[in-house]
């Protein structure tokens, strides 16, 4: 991989992806927001339970993508349901999911991710005797239409016979250095990834920052920014508009060219899940002083 590009990454906490047309935004964004999910419900008759990130909780905000947090109790599973013409991003933060997707089977333990893609039958049980949390995006954003199961399932004339991607343990994967304070790993990007086979809209990185590590301002001209904190509290701060502090568990949002930085303000290691709307892309930013 060539030099420049490592830097580039490097720079931006971001991980590259093919330009899509921008999803519409508010006329009027400014500032970073803080998102704290709401309580979660009941999915699939109480076999598991979802939090939601973005989406109807979040009107104001207009992304290709829903996201939440969904969590699936020992010997619990979804019901076999289609998402018809959307794909799903799916990292597990905690267990392990044994993932159905049409004629293949995959386990993905913590840490790793699995790319759905659009209109699999698919089902996802927790594999072991631990609670399975994990992250998951759907892309356009979910709409209860678009999701068949039960009966309708054999009213469909929807034939696939897809294969899941799995993205393994970030740690082994695309990995961005960048010294002693801070580590990148690139979980969905179709740029770098060939074998991914299907274009996501946006771009995902798994970030690492030890305690005091930080990037300096950074700007995305036409797309928004959504980290989710996995572990530890990360500052996002801004130039003219304050900070804004984000524990485990929530989010920050960051609309299009807002200048904004990062930093760990946590005494231990701070991870975090960086996804960019449409996807990153060297000519829309602007790395400032």
């Not at 720079?11 to 999803?23: I, K, R």
């Not at 020992?74 to 999911?97: D, K, M, Q, W, Y």
């Not at 004339?157 to 960048?178: K, M, S």
């Not at 690492?208 to 959504?226: A, D, M, T, Y």
Request: glycine share 12%; charged share 15%.
């Amino acid at each position: 991989m060539q030099r420049i590009l490592f830097l580039i990454f490097a720079c931006v906490l971001l991980s590259a992806g093919c330009l899509t047309a921008s999803p519409p935004q508010a006329e009027e964004e400014q500032g970073v927001r803080l998102i704290t999910p709401p309580e979660g419900f009941a999915i699939f008759g109480g076999q598991g339970t979802y939090t939601g990130i973005i989406g109807d909780e979040t009107p104001d905000i207009r992304t290709n993508y829903s996201m939440g947090l969904v969590a699936i109790g020992p010997g619990n599973a979804t019901s076999p349901h289609r998402l018809i013409g959307s794909t799903e991003f799916v990292h597990v933060i905690a267990g392990a999911a044994e993932i159905r997707c049409d004629n293949s089977t995959v386990v993905a333990r913590e840490g790793e991710t699995v790319l759905l893609p659009e209109g699999v039958l698919q089902s996802i049980a927790t594999a072991g005797d631990r609670e399975l949390r994990y992250i998951d995006a759907v892309s356009p954003p979910f709409a209860a239409a678009n999701e068949v199961s039960g009966e309708g399932l054999a009213a469909l004339t929807v034939t696939t016979a897809c294969v899941p991607v799995v993205i393994p343990d970030p740690r082994q994967g695309i990995e961005w250095d960048l010294g002693s304070e801070m580590m990148i790993y690139t979980l969905a990007n179709s740029v770098l990834m060939d074998e991914i086979g299907f274009p996501l809209p946006y771009s995902v990185a798994y970030v690492e920052l030890l305690p005091g590590g930080s990037i300096g301002f950074n700007r995305l001209n036409g797309s928004s920014e959504v980290i989710v904190v996995l572990g530890g509290e990360v500052e996002v701060f801004t130039p003219d508009a304050g900070s804004v502090r984000v524990p485990a568990g929530s989010a920050a949002y960051v609309p299009p060219g807002q200048v904004k930085g990062y930093r760990n303000v946590a005494a231990s290691n701070a991870t975090l899940l960086s996804f960019v709307d449409p996807a990153w892309t060297p000519e829309g930013t602007a790395m400032l002083e």
